[in-house]
């Protein structure tokens, strides 16, 4: 069975940093690819970064030059580095695994409904002023 437990997030004020982690089992992170997408209320379900194994990363837009997403393959783990956060960061962060298109793109939908990858619970992310 996949498990992916998300640890990191909490409360920050604006211009503040989290590193969210995600540890995996059960998971070959062989030929994959794993991220981070999240989802705010009313919202749909955004991909913020991905990296696969072979050290390739994708980061969305609004993100660029502020998060940086790294992983220790012998830990099972990622990293999501958030750096100068602002208040539209809050939301629900959720590790994902094998749950990604090409081109990468955002799911129209309720993360932990997505049918398809793995995904973890989600992490709280909130960025206040």
């Known amino acids: 069975e996949v498990q992916l437990v998300e640890s990191g997030g909490d409360s920050v004020q604006v211009g503040g940093s989290l590193r969210l982690s995600c540890r995996s089992s059960g998971f070959t992170f062989v030929d994959s690819e794993m991220g981070w997408y999240r989802q705010a209320p009313g919202n749909e379900c955004e991909l913020v970064s991905s990296?696969?194994?072979?050290?390739?990363?994708y980061y969305t837009h609004s993100v660029k030059g502020r998060f940086t997403i790294s992983q220790d393959l012998a830990e099972r783990t990622i990293y999501l580095q958030m750096n100068n956060l602002t208040p539209e960061d809050s939301a629900v962060y959720y590790c994902a695994a094998d749950a990604f298109s090409l081109p990468h793109d955002d799911y129209d939908g309720s993360c932990l409904g997505a049918p398809f990858g793995y995904w973890g619970q989600g992490t709280q992310v909130t960025v206040s002023s």
């Open positions: 990296i696969h194994d072979d050290g390739s990363t």
